[in-house]
């Protein structure tokens, strides 16, 4: 099933780096500081660099080059407190949230900002912090129904005068949440993202999801993720949700060193970590039945930024990226998730030399699918 192309502008978000160590895991300098006044100014710096959305990403112990991490929610809340039109989404696991508990916490940080808080529900992969926790780790598919249910329930408490929910994993009765989050037009609820790769992930996204957030990819990958999400949605029968891209953005001068910047990454790489790292998600997927788990074909040096980041190809010259995301955007992408080595100077650079060539060619883009695009998918 195709998906049509998107006539809004493309979308842009970017990683918050409020856990340490970085957006790769390298021991290449990374001029980037996962503390808050560093993350306050990227913030400012980011919304008037033309990007929409900035995440929050969840880490809840030390792990894997990430040493120390500020917790999503409040962190999310103080940079939406910091910034004027910036939406802010808030990663978070269920297991570890109840559904009406951050549903209170959601209307209330939506009512301070002006209706710019967002949430995105995490399925779980590191297994040891749920262990650690002494919560129980369930296997692939039953962490995805458990999301699925924390989303149901998400969505009555927020927009339901009498919310109620009979489930496997939560039973909600009766519950009444004043006051709800902000409403506007295409918005009556703060929005739901949610990632993920494998085939129960698509069906999930399909049936209950605002957007859904893919690792890196191809073209060949996401315009098998598209169609899947897609066809689910249909058997829902409900619009399919928007589609967010992870990239490792890599933009310089020449082609060269941009490569170069890559090169060097790879060879600088925390080999114990990325392993250890791999070790952890690949367990987390692999008892999907079909392989199609998060992180199950990634190789050493995709692992290496831990979303798949170098697979999108976001690396190169301005031209050559602006190229890359239009492309992207033809076959159906409306938003990209993007990472930087140094945010500060690398986010200015993007929003100042990168941008702009975007929107030229979004203007230029005919409203039917560009067969060009296509050939390359």
Same mark, same amino acid.
């Given at each position: 099933?195709?998906?049509?192309?998107?006539?809004?502008?493309?979308?842009?978000a970017?990683?918050?780096?409020?856990?340490?160590?970085?957006?790769?895991?390298?021991?290449?300098?990374? *001029?980037?500081?996962?503390?808050?006044?560093?993350?306050?100014?990227?913030?400012?710096?980011?919304?008037?660099?033309?990007?929409?959305?900035?995440?929050?990403?969840?880490?809840?112990?030390?792990?894997?080059?990430?040493?120390?991490?500020?917790?999503?929610?409040?962190?999310?809340?103080?940079?939406?407190? =910091?910034?004027?039109?910036? !939406?802010?989404?808030?990663?978070?696991?269920?297991?570890?949230?109840?559904?009406?508990?951050?549903?209170?916490?959601?209307?209330?940080?939506?009512?301070?900002?002006?209706?710019?808080?967002?949430?995105?529900?995490?399925?779980?992969?590191?297994?040891?912090?749920?262990?650690?926790?002494?919560?129980?780790?369930?296997?692939?598919?039953?962490?995805?129904?458990?999301?699925?249910?924390?989303?149901?329930?998400l969505?009555?408490?927020?927009?339901?005068?009498?919310?109620?929910?009979?489930?496997?994993?939560? *039973?909600?009765?009766?519950?009444?949440? !004043?006051?709800?989050?902000?409403?506007?037009?295409? *918005?009556?609820?703060?929005?739901?993202?949610?990632? &993920?790769?494998?085939?129960?992930a698509?069906?999930? =996204?399909?049936?209950?999801?605002?957007?859904?957030?893919?690792?890196?990819?191809?073209?060949?990958?996401?315009?098998?993720?598209?169609?899947?999400?897609?066809?689910?949605?249909?058997?829902?029968?409900?619009?399919?949700?928007?589609?967010?891209?992870?990239?490792?953005?890599?933009? *310089?001068?020449?082609?060269?060193?941009?490569?170069?910047?890559?090169?060097?990454?790879?060879? !600088? =790489?925390?080999?114990?970590?990325?392993?250890?790292?791999?070790?952890?998600?690949?367990?987390?997927?692999?008892?999907?039945?079909?392989g199609?788990?998060?992180?199950?074909?990634?190789?050493?040096?995709?692992?290496?930024?831990?979303?798949? &980041?170098?697979?999108? &190809?976001?690396?190169?010259?301005?031209?050559?990226?602006?190229?890359?995301?239009?492309?992207?955007?033809?076959? &159906?992408?409306?938003?990209?998730?993007l990472?930087?080595?140094?945010?500060?100077?690398?986010?200015?650079?993007?929003?100042?030399?990168?941008?702009?060539?975007?929107r030229?060619?979004?203007?230029?883009t005919?409203?039917?699918?560009?067969?060009?695009?296509?050939?390359?998918?």
């Open positions: 099933m195709s998906v049509p192309p998107s006539s809004e502008p493309v979308r842009f970017y990683w918050v780096p409020n856990v340490s160590g970085g957006l790769v895991t390298s021991r290449i300098e990374q *001029r980037t500081d996962w503390g808050y006044d560093y993350n306050r100014e990227l913030a400012v710096l980011a919304e008037n660099s033309g990007f929409d959305y900035a995440l929050s990403q969840v880490r809840y112990m030390a792990s894997y080059g990430a040493e120390y991490q500020h917790e999503s929610t409040s962190f999310s809340l103080a940079l939406l407190l =910091a910034t004027e039109r910036l !939406k802010v989404i808030a990663a978070v696991h269920p297991g570890l949230w109840h559904p009406g508990v951050l549903a209170k916490l959601g209307a209330t940080a939506d009512h301070l900002s002006g209706g710019r808080f967002a949430v995105n529900v995490v399925s779980g992969w590191f297994k040891g912090e749920f262990t650690a926790l002494g919560e129980p780790w369930l296997e692939h598919d039953e962490r995805y129904r458990r999301s699925e249910e924390f989303i149901r329930a969505r009555a408490i927020w927009t339901e005068d009498h919310a109620e929910l009979a489930g496997d994993f939560y *039973r909600i009765r009766d519950f009444s949440l !004043k006051p709800k989050p902000l409403g506007s037009p295409g *918005r009556p609820h703060p929005e739901i993202f949610q990632g &993920g790769n494998s085939t129960a698509r069906a999930m =996204a399909g049936r209950v999801s605002d957007w859904y957030f893919s690792n890196g990819r191809d073209f060949d990958g996401v315009t098998e993720q598209l169609g899947d999400i897609a066809a689910a949605a249909k058997l829902a029968g409900r619009p399919a949700p928007r589609f967010g891209l992870n990239g490792f953005l890599i933009a *310089r001068d020449t082609e060269a060193e941009a490569r170069e910047v890559l090169r060097e990454i790879v060879a !600088k =790489a925390d080999t114990e970590a990325v392993h250890g790292f791999g070790a952890a998600v690949r367990q987390a997927g692999q008892s999907t039945a079909d199609r788990g998060m992180w199950q074909d990634s190789s050493f040096e995709d692992l290496v930024q831990y979303n798949d &980041g170098f697979r999108t &190809g976001l690396i190169g010259t301005p031209e050559q990226i602006a190229e890359r995301i239009v492309a992207y955007k033809r076959l &159906g992408v409306d938003l990209f998730l990472g930087f080595l140094h945010y500060l100077e690398e986010v200015e650079y993007f929003g100042r030399r990168v941008l702009p060539l975007v030229e060619l979004e203007a230029q005919p409203a039917e699918p560009d067969p060009a695009a296509a050939a390359l998918a």
